[in-house]
């Protein structure tokens, strides 16, 4: 059987037909690669802190305000800058520093303390685990949230405290409201009405 002899012309179009493929092939293995490497790095490689986009775009301003309302999640520890999504993971990470020493390294802290326990305790005078759900404050212990939660007062059944002047915006009716804590009205009479011997009016909010 014969075949008709192809032209120079259709030689050269197959040859460049097949180099195109040739070379489309190698872009797909070399795309699919990247793809494959780029993918492979992004999830072997834990995400040190969350960050704020727009359009993909990272936004440090934005970043910036979120870490200023957001409590306090990196790892002061001498050598370390670990970043940590919540408080408690950050606190299990630091104790992962103390296995072997009693002495703390949180930066601008060098107490020395009998045992690796009292150290523990001692950390979390730094990283104050407990947080206020009504204005974020943090607090090193569970008695020091309670008694911080008093200065906010407004619950049923508190004990509130007024300044006794009409005139004072702390007083009853004022526009400021009342104090929480007794200690907290106290300190107001002795800063606004020094010399005057009354102390705080006591009231129960309803």
């Not at 306090?72 to 990470?93: K, M, P, V």
């Not at 150290?119 to 009504?134: E, G, R, S, V």
């Amino acid at each position: 059987m014969c075949f008709p002899a192809m032209s120079p012309l259709s030689a050269e179009t197959s040859s460049s037909q097949e180099a195109d493929e040739s070379g489309a092939s190698m872009t797909n293995y070399t795309t699919d690669s990247m793809f494959t490497s780029i993918s492979s790095s992004a999830t072997s490689s834990p995400i040190k802190r969350r960050s704020t986009s727009v359009n993909g775009v990272y936004d440090e301003e934005k970043d910036a305000k979120r870490m200023r309302r957001s409590p306090s999640c990196t790892c002061h520890w001498e050598n370390c800058a670990e970043y940590f999504g919540d408080l408690q993971s950050l606190r299990s990470h630091v104790r992962s520093h103390t296995r072997s020493i009693s002495t703390c390294l949180w930066r601008g802290c060098s107490l020395v303390t009998k045992n690796m326990s009292t150290l523990n305790k001692h950390l979390d005078t730094h990283i104050k685990p407990h947080i206020c759900t009504q204005c974020q404050h943090q607090a090193a212990t569970a008695r020091d949230l309670t008694r911080h939660s008093q200065s906010h007062g407004r619950q049923h059944g508190n004990n509130l405290f007024y300044c006794p002047f009409s005139a004072c915006p702390w007083s009853i009716g004022g526009a400021k409201g009342p104090f929480g804590r007794r200690d907290n009205a106290t300190r107001h009479m002795a800063r606004k009405h020094p010399g005057v011997d009354a102390g705080p009016m006591t009231g129960i909010f309803q």
